[in-house]
């Protein structure tokens, strides 16, 4: 087959990243911290927490049972409670430890706080030291089971830095073919080194830069370039590792290897920008933070203030549930069930949201950079015109051209064959089929040579174009489409032109996110005049065209420095360094396995409107993590200085008894406004 203007990217291999319940995050309060640790953690925390809150004296005077007694039945709380505390609470302990070291208190220090005084009144109660009554075993162990499964939940909907760096490293080939003077031998990649020669077959990958010394073929290059077109590559010329030969073979002498490679400069442009994206600060971490100080100096306050009424059992008892029911359970509930609702609805829409902070930021996006091939547009060539020397003769024309490609299964052919095929028209039979690379086929049909090709066959034939052809194939080439002409013998007999098709749905997506204020960019390797066809037909606020891998990146890099917050969508590799970069990185599902794992957020199918249910999504997200978390704050703002007994003189004093209690009323309430967001309805096909 021939490949003159390929626009499909060569499938590729499966990335060779770990699962997402092993993934381990690198950054934030989850450093070091996989979603199967705090899964494990959870399920075994939980088992121990049953007997824990069964045989707590405190829970059962609660529920108006009295717990089994039975020898050693009084041990069995404060045994599994420290299990629990140290098991189950490792992560917590050691986040909120690193939290005060970097002086950026946040959800783990508070959480640590609450169960260390627990653990530790807990055992003076136990142990009978100081006559205190503070059993707080139950709400111990109820508190980190809680928090565990908020985290689990949490982790699960984030996505992992490293999954887009194997991807990319996953479209090198394990081995390549080196020539040497007694034949060929394969090789690792790793043993390359600059300077050899390879042979490179058609539809292998290539494993390094190069320049081709020997051969031609057309090259795939839109997983690098984001051109949708193949390029002829011939002696002399530049190759890059990881695109692909789909023709021919050559012969290529190395250039670069390793991390001098193009793509491995694209993964490092990958790693900054999902390294910079990550210091973002989640909105429960600033609530938790602000409930640290705010119960902390409620806490100093109340002992000292107890302590000066002289009562120092009263202060101790008043401190320490203060600082225990100071972390809610709906605060470590708040955020993580509304992404579990959220990713849940979204994934029916078909939109998997990798990234909390993707979900969080899509309310806030100024405008969307949509990369054009495969993402506003279909990424394949659809004929669009036909022009004959003789007026008139259009469709035979165009009959003639699909009975020539007939036997092709490139790109470009198949869209001759089925446009003929949609306008009923009779294809002739033709023989003899051959594929010129580089310039077009030839094909005998019904006693004619046939010839469809562009600019580089009118040159080998040595013929010119009609001037009566001219004005209408001058007219496409300025808007960008590719010409084709069609040629018996050595007589042109007229011209198609085939453009890259506009997705229909397209023109909605761009229509519906600027009627919600937000402007739509649009950012591609294409040429110029290509790019502005496109975005006067979308009505597109903004256009980057012929921008190369690493200006992809400066452009959503330009746009922020504005002062706008970018999401980009994009399908490609060469899309990955951009949909990092972004506040919020959109990948399109057809797209490869490098811009799905970069991006936050993933569309299962290609249609462009799935964006306006994420921006939907976002904002319906948000108002309910805002009403939870002004819940949650709001019963510590109103129990925290009753547990401090400011009402002490009026007789109203919050035991740590009912203290609990409310905070697991806290958690009921904060729940069930989460589970109002599945009343949302996600429909792409119904934006507006």
């Known amino acids: 087959m021939d490949h003159r203007h390929s626009s499909h990217a060569v499938e590729n291999p499966q990335p060779t990243s770990p699962d997402d319940e092993h993934v381990v995050h690198s950054h934030g309060q989850h450093a070091g911290h996989s979603v199967a640790m705090f899964k494990n953690r959870f399920w075994l925390s939980l088992a121990l927490a049953v007997p824990v809150v069964y045989f707590s004296p405190m829970f059962g005077h609660l529920l108006g049972y009295e717990p089994p007694v039975f020898p050693g039945s009084q041990w069995i709380p404060p045994v599994l409670g420290t299990v629990i505390f140290f098991y189950g609470g490792q992560p917590f302990l050691k986040g909120g430890l690193n939290e005060l070291k970097t002086r950026k208190p946040g959800m783990m220090l508070l959480i640590a706080m609450a169960i260390t005084v627990a653990f530790t009144a807990s055992w003076a109660t136990t142990l009978g030291i100081g006559g205190f009554d503070l059993d707080f075993w139950w709400e111990l162990a109820l508190l980190v089971v809680i928090m565990l499964l908020g985290h689990w939940l949490e982790m699960r909907a984030l996505g992992s830095a490293q999954g887009a760096l194997d991807a990319l490293a996953a479209l090198l080939p394990d081995e390549a073919e080196r020539i040497t003077e007694s034949g060929t031998e394969t090789v690792p990649v790793s043993e390359l080194r600059t300077g050899d020669t390879i042979l490179v077959r058609s539809g292998a990958r290539m494993p390094a830069d190069g320049t081709v010394i020997e051969g031609q073929a057309e090259f795939d290059e839109s997983m690098i370039t984001g051109e949708s077109r193949t390029v002829l590559r011939s002696t002399g010329d530049p190759v890059v590792a990881g695109t692909v030969a789909t023709d021919n073979s050559l012969r290529v002498q190395v250039t670069a290897i390793g991390e001098d490679t193009a793509l491995a400069g694209i993964q490092r442009l990958v790693a900054e920008a999902q390294a910079s994206s990550s210091r973002a600060q989640a909105l429960a971490d600033r609530a938790a933070a602000f409930l640290f100080y705010f119960a902390a100096g409620t806490g100093v306050l109340t002992f000292i203030a107890w302590t000066l009424l002289g009562s120092v059992s009263d202060a101790v008892e008043r401190t320490v549930t203060v600082l225990v029911i100071a972390c809610p359970h709906a605060l470590g509930l708040a955020i993580p069930l509304v992404i579990a609702i959220s990713t849940e609805r979204a994934a029916r829409a078909g939109v998997l949201i990798k990234d909390r902070m993707a979900l969080e930021r899509m309310r806030t996006v100024d405008v969307v950079l949509f990369d054009k091939t495969g993402t506003l547009t279909k990424g394949q060539p659809e004929l669009k015109d036909v022009a004959a020397v003789d007026s008139g003769g259009e469709d035979g024309l165009l009959a003639l051209a699909a009975a020539a490609e007939s036997d092709s299964e490139h790109p470009v052919a198949r869209a001759i064959v089925a446009a003929a095929r949609e306008r009923g028209l009779p294809i002739p039979q033709a023989g003899g089929f051959t594929s010129l690379t580089g310039r077009g086929v030839r094909a005998t049909v019904g006693g004619r040579t046939v010839q469809v090709g562009g600019p580089a066959l009118l040159r080998e034939l040595g013929v010119a174009e009609p001037a009566n052809l001219a004005a209408a194939t001058a007219a496409w080439r300025n808007r960008g489409a590719a010409v084709l002409h069609v040629v018996d013998g050595t007589t042109v007999l007229g011209a198609v032109s085939l453009e890259d098709a506009v997705r229909p749905e397209s023109r909605q997506a761009v229509a519906a996110l600027q009627h919600r204020g937000v402007k739509v960019a649009m950012v591609t390797g294409d040429a110029g005049q290509v790019a502005q066809a496109v975005a006067e037909d ?100 109103i129990a925290v200085p009753l547990a401090a007994g400011v009402l002490a003189f009026a007789g109203i004093v919050l035991s740590p008894a009912a203290g609990a209690v409310l905070m697991s009323a806290s958690t009921i309430v904060v729940a069930l406004n989460a589970q109002l967001l599945r009343r949302l309805k996600l429909n792409p096909a119904a934006v507006g």
């Open 538 to 637: 979308l009505n597109i606020d903004e256009v980057f065209a012929e921008v190369l891998p690493a200006d992809k990146d400066k452009k959503v890099a330009e746009l922020q420095a504005r002062g706008l917050s970018v999401a980009m969508v994009g399908d490609g590799v060469n899309d990955s360094p951009a949909l990092a970069r972004a506040e919020v990185g959109i990948a399109i599902g057809g797209g490869t396995d490098v811009a799905m794992e970069s991006a936050g957020v993933v569309l299962a199918g290609d249609d462009p409107r799935a964006v306006l249910s994420m921006v939907d999504l976002s904002r319906a997200s948000y108002r309910k993590m805002w009403q939870n978390l002004v819940w949650a704050t709001g019963y510590n703002i």
